[in-house]
């Protein structure tokens, strides 16, 4: 069998995809890599293996990856350091002999799309393709919970939501689709060898259509505002939020750990149409359709967005 590698672990994205794959056999052998071993202290085991590694530090890395067959390559936050990060893991994948790579991309990669994560992303899938590795893309698009709890339900008490999407469409997935995705690619990856998954939920929506959809769920009326760029990051700077990322900000009030510019160019990227984008990609890897907005939002409104568990065992 296989041995799989898990890169960044102790995270949210990690910690899911590990528990499907340990619910579908609990012998799995894993290496599980994260900056902060300690936290996954409690899962090692005679198949699994806790390795510190930190993208800071290529050598920590390389020494992590040994032994492993297969490689869950979760990408990087740090938007200045986030294209040296991963092309030190594909370098330390290729001295491993890893044979196949799993990369969670972003939705809508392509030439030309303003979102500074877009391009940072596209930039690692020409690394990928260029190192010879085996690859499998997952172009994860916006996350359902991030739409409800960190967009719409902040709004909520004041009436308007305003962002620089203008009336761009997309369509939010549920990380659950996101994390089954994942694991099925990394339990069969001959199946899904040199693909490129676009992973979207059910259905296009703009921000009009979800202030809507917000309004009934929270029981309050909730207006959808356009706002420019300028005005967009503006409000970020009157809130604290810091232009530039910087892994030892403190978090937000509501628990992310996120920079105004790598978020308003994702806005700007939506508002000009490079997140209209549906698939049936969910349903073709993993067999079930995916969650609706509507869905996640009823299920997660009440719960702060660091704190949602997941539903997968």
Avoid at 52 to 67: I, K, L
Avoid at 133 to 149: D, G, M, P, W
Avoid at 164 to 189: E, H, I, N, Q, S
Avoid at 225 to 243: K, M, S, Y
Wanted: proline content about 6%; some cysteine; aromatic content about 6%.
């Amino acid at each position: 069998m296989s041995r799989i590698i898990i890169s960044g672990a102790s995270g949210d994205l990690g910690r899911r995809v590990t528990g499907l794959l340990l619910a579908a056999d609990p012998d799995r052998e894993l290496i599980l890599t994260t900056r902060t071993p300690e936290k996954l202290a409690h899962l090692k085991s005679d198949t699994i293996q806790i390795r510190h590694s930190d993208y800071q530090y290529p050598n920590t890395v390389r020494d992590a990856y040994e032994g492993g067959d297969i490689l869950f390559l979760i990408s990087g936050l740090n938007l200045g350091r986030r294209v040296s990060e991963h092309r030190g893991a594909i370098e330390a994948a290729l001295h491993a002999g890893v044979g196949h790579v799993v990369y969670t991309s972003v939705g809508g990669v392509q030439p030309g799309n303003p979102a500074l994560s877009a391009i940072d992303h596209c930039q690692t899938e020409a690394d990928m393709r260029e190192s010879g590795l085996k690859y499998t893309f997952l172009r994860n698009h916006l996350y359902a919970e991030i739409v409800s709890n960190i967009l719409v339900a902040p709004a909520v008490p004041g009436g308007v939501l305003s962002q620089a999407t203008g009336d761009g469409y997309f369509a939010p997935v549920a990380k659950d689709d996101v994390a089954r995705c994942a694991a099925a690619c990394l339990m069969a990856p001959d199946l899904h060898t040199g693909r490129v998954y676009e992973i979207t939920g059910p259905e296009l929506l703009n921000f009009y259509q979800i202030a809507a959809m917000a309004s009934e769920i929270h029981a309050a009326p909730l207006e959808y505002r356009p706002v420019t760029e300028h005005q967009r990051l503006e409000f970020f700077d009157a809130v604290g939020i810091p232009r530039t990322y910087d892994p030892n900000m403190p978090p937000s009030p509501d628990g992310h750990l996120w920079a105004s510019d790598e978020l308003v160019s994702a806005e700007v990227g939506l508002a000009e149409g490079f997140q209209a984008l549906m698939s049936q990609h969910v349903k073709q890897i993993t067999g079930r359709d995916p969650e609706p907005l509507r869905s996640v939002m009823d299920r997660v409104r009440e719960v702060r967005y660091d704190k949602i568990d997941a539903t997968v065992a």
